[in-house]
């Protein structure tokens, strides 16, 4: 039988898992939409090429002065947020925002990007794009930083999720955590039901928003723009299971 959670609100700054949940499930519809604009363009690897070891590939550079301008204007003040190229970024020019101090400061640095960047650009890129060189660059990159974000966004925000379910169960988690013992943090934070939801969910949003929409109801539905499979796989292989170690990462220092 599944384990049920207790949702109480009292410690969290009214955060609970319903509504952490619920903005996993918001998140979902960013994360689709934005594979369905990258998906627009082909692969374009000239992008992605590096002229030697040491230059950065166009992506890379784009990505990183994205950050760098971004920064400037507090969006790696929140906790939601971690970036790609932590390294040199630059100081604000705007007053910082106080953001609420859910998370435990150990767990907050937890920032596993370098993995979501390899996998995006060796494995999830080249099963939802057709292959070839449209030479729209700027763009394609523009829509490789809205994926890149949103995956990000997604998966670190396991310390959130780990942090209420902390909260809900401090005894439990508080065993596992002394004993540093991962593989029960990871037993105790899964739920194959939701997961099993989850996959469904993901296929059937990206089969509605993907879809040909004409004001004739007599015209075919073409195919989707990104195939429903690959986003539920997407979801199965990568996401979901980073999300999980992100949650294990957080818990294992929660009581730093
Ligand atoms: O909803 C949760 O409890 C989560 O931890 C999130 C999530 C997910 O990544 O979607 C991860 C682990 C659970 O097994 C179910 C779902």
């Not at 909260?167 to 943090?185: M, S």
């Not at 997961?195 to 075919?220: C, H, P, T, W, Y």
Request: proline share 7%.
């Amino acid at each position: 039988m599944e384990k049920v959670a207790n949702t109480s609100d009292s410690d969290n700054n009214g955060l609970t898992l319903e509504s952490v949940r619920q903005s996993l499930i918001r998140q979902e519809d960013t994360i689709i939409f934005s594979l369905i604009e990258r998906a627009k363009y082909p692969f374009n690897s000239p992008l992605y090429d590096h002229d030697s070891l040491v230059s950065p590939s166009m992506v890379e550079s784009i990505v990183k002065d994205s950050e760098a301008l971004q920064a400037k204007f507090g969006r790696y003040e929140s906790p939601e947020e971690n970036p790609f190229f932590p390294d040199s970024l630059p100081p604000l020019v705007v007053p910082p925002h106080n953001y609420p101090q859910i998370l435990h400061p150990s767990g907050a640095s937890i920032n596993i990007n370098k993995t979501i960047w390899d996998i995006y650009f060796k494995q999830l890129l080249p099963l939802f794009v057709p292959k070839g060189d449209d030479g729209n660059y700027v763009p394609t990159a523009a829509c490789d930083l809205q994926c890149l974000q949103a995956l990000s966004r997604r998966i670190h925000y396991g310390k959130f999720v780990a942090e209420v379910k902390f909260i809900d169960a401090p005894e439990d988690y508080g065993q596992a955590i002394r004993a540093q013992d991962k593989d029960t943090l990871m037993k105790l934070l899964t739920f194959v039901s939701v997961e099993e939801m989850v996959k469904r969910r993901v296929a059937k949003k990206a089969m509605i928003f993907g879809q040909e929409v004409s004001l004739n109801d007599d015209d075919k539905k073409g195919k989707c723009k990104v195939d429903p499979s690959v986003v539920s796989c997407l979801y199965d292989k990568w996401v979901m299971p980073l999300t999980k170690l992100v949650e294990v990462e957080y818990l294992l220092c929660r009581l730093d």
